[in-house]
C-alpha cells in the first residue's frame, strides 16, 4: 500500500504559479510512472504530466512549456510546477502512481483556481 498526500494548491491569478508536491508514504525508488491527473467540474479526469523512473516525461499539449514534473527519489515525492497559469487550469488535481507491481494508487486531490 501506499499512501500519496497532495499539497500546494490553492487560487491564483491568470499567469500566476503554483507549485504541487505530492508526498509519499513509502520509498518511491522502485515506483513505475508516476505523475498528475485533473478533473475539472463536469469533465472527465485528464493526464497533466507523468514521469518514468528513468526520468522521461511527457505532457498534456495544453501545459507544455508552462507545466514541469519532477520526481525527488530521496525525498519521495513528484512535484508539478505550474507556470503562466490560466483559468482553465482550474480543477482538482490528483497524484498517480503506479508500484512495482503496477498496482495504481491515488491521492486525495489538491484544488487549484485560477481566476481571470
Known amino acids: 500500500q501506499v499512501q500519496l498526500v497532495e499539497s500546494g494548491g490553492g487560487s491564483v491569478q491568470a499567469g500566476g504559479s503554483l507549485r504541487l508536491s505530492c508526498a509519499a508514504s513509502?520509498?518511491?525508488?522502485?515506483?513505475?510512472?508516476m505523475g498528475w491527473y485533473r478533473q475539472a467540474p463536469g469533465k472527465q479526469r485528464e493526464l497533466v504530466a507523468q514521469i518514468t523512473p528513468g526520468g522521461t516525461t511527457n505532457y498534456a499539449d495544453s501545459v507544455k512549456g508552462r507545466f514541469t514534473i519532477a520526481r525527488d527519489n530521496a525525498e519521495n515525492t513528484v512535484s508539478l510546477q505550474m507556470n503562466n497559469l490560466k483559468p482553465e487550469d482550474t480543477a482538482v488535481y490528483y497524484c498517480?502512481?503506479?508500484?512495482?507491481?503496477?498496482?495504481?494508487?491515488w491521492g486525495q486531490g489538491t484544488q487549484v483556481t485560477v481566476s481571470s
Open positions: 513509502r520509498s518511491i525508488f522502485s515506483m513505475k510512472t
Open positions: 498517480n502512481v503506479f508500484d512495482a507491481s503496477l498496482r495504481r494508487y
